[in-house]
């Protein structure tokens, strides 16, 4: 049975405490009702989900930066601002020779030339109002548009795959939980089975001793062992407790909640070779396709860095209107293609496409390590899950030895012909072989569980009950 952390149970219980059901009776759930909990409570999965939708949003916004940007405005002005004065005028189609000083202007005086006009140099304020229709439109950008957009579906991509990858971990944690509590309840039994052991062998013992055939001292020594095993059956049922809640947190529930589970989950273990497996973890698993998104990412933000290295050039149309008063009586318009080059600027995007190239190369290596160490994980979870399924089978024969063992140790002391010393041995051994074969059927579901979780194919589908 897989251990929890106390931190991670702690963290747990206080991002689900506010966001827990309530029911006022003992719910029964299988595994697939668990997963689903687990699944709606979770916040950490909310989270993802949250990226996921972030990273759409930069698809989309990746997508309208290559379409054209509408712009509209309005504005009201009033200036006696020699030069603006005059522009407003001109832009309503109201300017006039008297704005030139014309009214001062006489050939027949000296110097003439040399006045300056009143009209022009200091004019009455002016009012404006305007309004402002304008369109502009990329051409061509060097490949930045393309490579911004390319990025943004690379990352989300790699947040879907992430979020698959939450999943599945959720996934997992609830099976480690659902089959501890199994597992508890099988320890328990273990512990059951050797109470009844110890109870008969204390009666045994005291029939024989009131007919004078054993000493005192082995009936004080049953007594012990007794008590010993009741210790045994407490912490077997404080075990159980323990896992419970843990199912408890994972699932989100308060820990007072009665839960009732239903059937035992079976992990079957998939088809293939190692070989093979290691194939398929390679090309599914969502932690690797998450982190091969973003490599690919990376390589769309070298060339959105490149992209500044080449010319840029847009498209602009713009109309507007200016009026004295409140309207839109003159009319003007504006179109233009204009080209920008950024022909030196010290070698910062030279070193902003390295930076990135760097970035990426930085990524490549990590997927790579994360490949192989895929490759090692599924190989051990596949040597793990089989070496416990042999085990298994091995230690059901153990049990059975364990018992006809006992039974013969257990008649050569009734008949006087064996000690108690060796029957508290058999015993011993048949309830260490109980255990063992307890262990293995964990370890089995465990192993089993981490080499679906590697191939990316841990799902509530793919389990059944037992």
Do not use: C
């Amino acid at each position: 049975m897989r251990v929890r952390g106390v931190a991670y149970v702690a963290l747990a219980a206080l991002a689900l405490a506010g966001a827990r059901p309530a029911w006022s009776q003992a719910r029964t759930l299988d595994f697939g009702q668990a997963v689903e909990l687990a699944l709606h409570q979770n916040p950490d999965l909310g989270a993802v989900q949250a990226q996921v939708a972030q990273a759409r949003a930069g698809v989309a916004q990746a997508r309208g930066a290559r379409l054209p940007r509408v712009s509209a405005s309005l504005g009201a002005t009033r200036t006696n601002d020699a030069l603006n004065a005059f522009g407003l005028k001109l832009a309503q189609r109201g300017a006039t020779f008297n704005d030139f000083g014309a009214g001062q202007f006489n050939p027949a005086l000296p110097g003439v030339l040399g006045v300056a006009p009143t009209n022009l140099n200091y004019p009455a304020p002016v009012n404006d109002f305007s309004s402002r229709l304008e369109a502009q439109l990329p051409l061509y950008t060097g490949g930045k548009l393309q490579g911004y957009l390319r990025q943004a579906h690379a990352m989300l991509l790699a947040a879907q795959a992430g979020d698959r990858a939450a999943r599945q971990q959720i996934i997992d944690q609830v099976l480690q939980a659902y089959d501890g509590v199994w597992t508890a309840r099988a320890y328990e039994q273990v512990a059951a089975k050797a109470l009844r052991a110890a109870q008969s062998q204390l009666s045994m013992v005291d029939n024989l001793y009131r007919q004078g055939v054993v000493l005192k001292s082995d009936l004080l020594a049953a007594r012990v062992n007794l008590e010993n095993v009741r210790i045994q059956q407490q912490q077997a049922a404080d075990l159980e407790a323990q896992a419970m809640d843990g199912l408890h947190v994972v699932l989100g529930l308060p820990l007072d909640q009665p839960v009732e589970l239903a059937a035992p989950v079976h992990v079957p273990m998939p088809e293939g070779s190692a070989a093979s497996w290691i194939a398929t973890a390679q090309a599914d698993n969502p932690r690797l396709a998450a982190l091969g998104e973003q490599v690919a990412a990376a390589g769309a933000g070298v060339d959105v860095a490149r992209a500044d290295l080449y010319p840029q050039v847009g498209a602009m149309a713009r109309f507007e209107t200016h009026d004295p008063n409140p309207g839109f009586s003159a009319h003007s318009y504006t179109v233009g293609v204009q080209l920008s080059w950024n022909l030196f600027d010290g070698g910062v995007t030279r070193q902003a496409v390295d930076q990135a190239a760097a970035a990426r190369e930085a990524l490549q290596l990590k997927l790579r390590s994360a490949r192989e160490q895929l490759g090692m994980q599924v190989q051990d979870a596949a040597r793990k899950a089989s070496l416990a399924s042999s085990q298994i089978s091995g230690r059901e024969l153990a049990v059975s030895q364990a018992e006809e063992a006992e039974r013969i140790v257990e008649q050569r002391y009734a008949n006087g012909v064996g000690t108690l010393l060796e029957l508290q041995g058999a015993q011993a051994m048949l309830d260490k072989a109980r255990a063992d074969l307890v262990l293995a059927r964990s370890q089995e579901t465990t192993q089993r569980a981490a080499l679906l979780l590697a191939l990316g194919r841990l799902d509530p589908d793919s389990l059944s009950t037992r």
